[in-house]
């Protein structure tokens, strides 16, 4: 069977700058996604114009500048992610050469083959997220997934969560006295019949 290599990481992208180049369909699909998992996400979004729905969702957000103009190789200094997502195939290859030129991960969103990761689908349950990603074959599938994985996990998880902490936080002794404990306690999770 085939495989995925994509490695997942969580990125705390309240202290990355990140900069998305187009305002239509996808540059809000992608500030959306941003900021549904992380409300103080430091964007700057650059178009040469914006949707109103665009406009409309980033009013009352300080951490997000939109600013309406031509791309130019200066939006990429000091920033750390950058998505392309202008409806320009060459000029996305364009942003995507000056991300490698200042060492700027990027994803460009016509261009798997260019992108340096990949957005996932996203299950939120509080403190819980889950990524799914089915390595660009079908993210209609992987937003079905998300759909079925969020009505199935119950609200009730958060809860664990938080109890699970408070016992993390209890447990005195050394290191594998504690990973023991723990593992214990979270045995019936795992248990079959
Ligand atoms: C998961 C999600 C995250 C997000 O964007 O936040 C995401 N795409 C979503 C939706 C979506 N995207 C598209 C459709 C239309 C139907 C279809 O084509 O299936 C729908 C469905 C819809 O909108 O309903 C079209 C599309 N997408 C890509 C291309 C280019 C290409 O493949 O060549 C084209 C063709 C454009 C064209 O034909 O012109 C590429 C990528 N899209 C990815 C992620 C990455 C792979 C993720 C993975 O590994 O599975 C990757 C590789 C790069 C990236 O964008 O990061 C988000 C679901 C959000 C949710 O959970 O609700
Ligand atoms: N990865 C994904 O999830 C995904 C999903 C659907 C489509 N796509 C692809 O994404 C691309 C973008 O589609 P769209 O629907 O958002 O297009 P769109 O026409 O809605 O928006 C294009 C945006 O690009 C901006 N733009 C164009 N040239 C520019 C420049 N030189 N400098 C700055 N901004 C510029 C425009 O101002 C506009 O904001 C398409 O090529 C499509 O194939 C990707």
Known sequence: MEEN?????????????ILVVGGGAVGLEKVSALL???????????????LPELEA????????TLVQKEFSCGDMFGKDLAIAATN??????????????SKVLINVADTPELCDFYLGS????????IA???NGKSP?????????????????????LDK??????????????????????????????
């Open 5 to 17: 290599h994509l490695f997942p990481v969580f990125f705390k992208v309240h202290r990355l700058q």
């Open 36 to 50: 549904d998992n992380c409300p103080t996400a430091n964007l700057t979004v650059v178009a040469t114009w914006f």
């Open 57 to 64: 969702l980033v009013k009352n957000a300080p951490n997000v």
């Open 88 to 101: 320009d195939h060459e000029f996305n290859y364009f942003v995507w050469e000056k991300a490698k030129c």
């Open 122 to 129: 996203v299950v939120q349950k509080g403190n819980l997220k």
């Open 132 to 134: 799914i990603s089915t």
């Open 140 to 160: 209609t599938i992987a937003k079905r997934l998300k759909e079925v994985l969020q009505d199935a996990l119950p609200g009730s998880l958060n809860e664990i």
């Open 164 to 193: 699970l902490q408070l016992i993390r936080d209890r447990i005195k002794g050394d290191f594998s006295e504690k990973v023991k404990q723990l593992n214990q306690i979270t045995d019936v999770l795992v248990k079959k019949d």
